[in-house]
């Protein structure tokens, strides 16, 4: 079945690394996703990885995928105020490109 | 840019009403979504439309239904809003092709009391 699991909540000091991650249980993905949502606003694209990658860098940005495991990792270095929000990962299916798997979101609180 | 928009920020209705939530994206992205988002369950797919007048059952369809008369506007329907509809409502689109992101709106934050 399409089952996408994130821890609800992770608060890390200003300055940290914070590692939000994801499991999921249907291994015939083709694109996985990192969502942000801040306060009141939609949500947006992050960054995406495609599922023969096990890895993808965009600035303060890593995404590691281990396929074996179906678990999906966001890490965003030296954190700040400004990256605290919710934080959804997302997956299609080869079976079903038009639909995106959300995960339940992390909340990230990042404190001074 | 991409945008995508959404009528109203915030809606309170009472039980009963009839609620129409009106999406509009301009970048003639032939697919749109509709998903309701409640703390804990992350985003849940209620309907979506890959063409004019066409439509698709999401995971939650009971007690909504959707009309995509013209391909920029998808609007979701609420026949007798109940106080369990309450909710934040995204809507979404992109294009076919596969690989390609979808853009969000802003949210209606929808109260029926």
């Known amino acids: 079945g399409e089952d996408v699991e994130q821890s609800l909540f992770l608060s890390v000091r200003e300055g940290d690394s914070s590692v939000i991650n994801c499991t999921y249980t249907?291994?015939?993905?083709?694109?996985l996703y990192w969502y942000k949502q801040e306060p009141g606003a939609g949500l947006q694209l992050l960054t995406y990885?495609?599922?023969?990658?096990d890895m993808k860098q965009d600035q303060r940005l890593t995404v590691l995928l281990n396929k074996k495991d179906k678990h999906l990792s966001l890490r965003i270095a030296d954190t700040q105020t400004g990256d605290s929000a919710i934080y959804f990962c997302a997956e299609t299916l080869i079976y079903n490109t038009d639909k995106l798997i959300f995960g339940t979101g992390t909340r990230l609180q990042v404190f001074p | 840019d991409v945008k995508v928009t959404q009528s109203s920020r915030y809606l309170v209705k009472r039980t009963g009403e009839k609620v129409f939530l009106e999406c509009v994206q301009d970048?003639?992205?032939?697919?749109m979504f509709w998903y309701r988002q409640d703390p804990g369950l992350g985003l849940r797919l209620i309907y979506f439309s890959y063409d004019v007048k066409m439509k698709e059952k999401g995971d939650i369809p009971e007690g909504y239904s959707v009309s995509r008369e013209k391909k920029e506007r998808f609007s979701l329907i609420l026949e007798s809003a109940s106080t369990n509809q309450t909710s934040m409502y995204l809507c979404?689109?992109?294009?076919?092709?596969?690989?390609?992101?979808?853009?969000f709106g802003p949210g209606t934050r929808l109260t029926v009391t």
């Open positions: 990885i495609f599922s023969n990658m």
């Open positions: 979404a689109s992109r294009p076919r092709r596969t690989g390609y992101e979808q853009y």
């Open positions: 249907d291994s015939s993905s083709t694109y």
């Open positions: 970048m003639d992205h032939e697919n």
